[in-house]
């Protein structure tokens, strides 16, 4: 599905580029050495593709800001501290919470615990297959 954001015109503009640069070419390369060394190693391979599937998904898809601000916090987290209890307390923006009323307060939470399993989803894929 297309961004929202992007125009038909842009979203084609972009693949023609992927294209004569030879995005595809070296993704299908570098998928094809991580299942190998996967197998190799003994892991699962059809994970592994599942990880590049995503991952070309997002590069293609691109990533707001706000979401790699967060996803670079939760990881600070997780790599300093590893998986706390207190999490989402630690990554609420305590000035904000203090100006929403009792529902945007559940909302503010509900959406940053979806945001947060995410991010954490994320970077143990990432640690997951980061030598692949």
Known sequence: MLCETKSFKTAAKEAKQRLKKGFWDGFRE???KGVQRAT???MNA??????FQNKVQSDIRGRKEEDEIFYLK?????????EVSDA???????????TLDYI??????????????????RFKREI?????
């Open 104 to 121: 945007q307060k559940q909302r503010y939470i509900l959406t940053l615990s979806e945001q947060y399993l995410f991010a954490l989803n």
């Open 74 to 82: 939760v990881k600070n987290l997780l790599m300093s501290e590893g």
């Open 88 to 98: 989402i307390g630690r990554l609420t923006d305590k000035n904000y919470f203090d």
């Open 40 to 42: 190799e190693e003994g």
């Open 30 to 32: 570098e998928k094809q």
């Open 128 to 132: 997951e297959f980061e030598n692949i």
């Open 46 to 51: 059809s994970k592994v593709e599942l990880y």
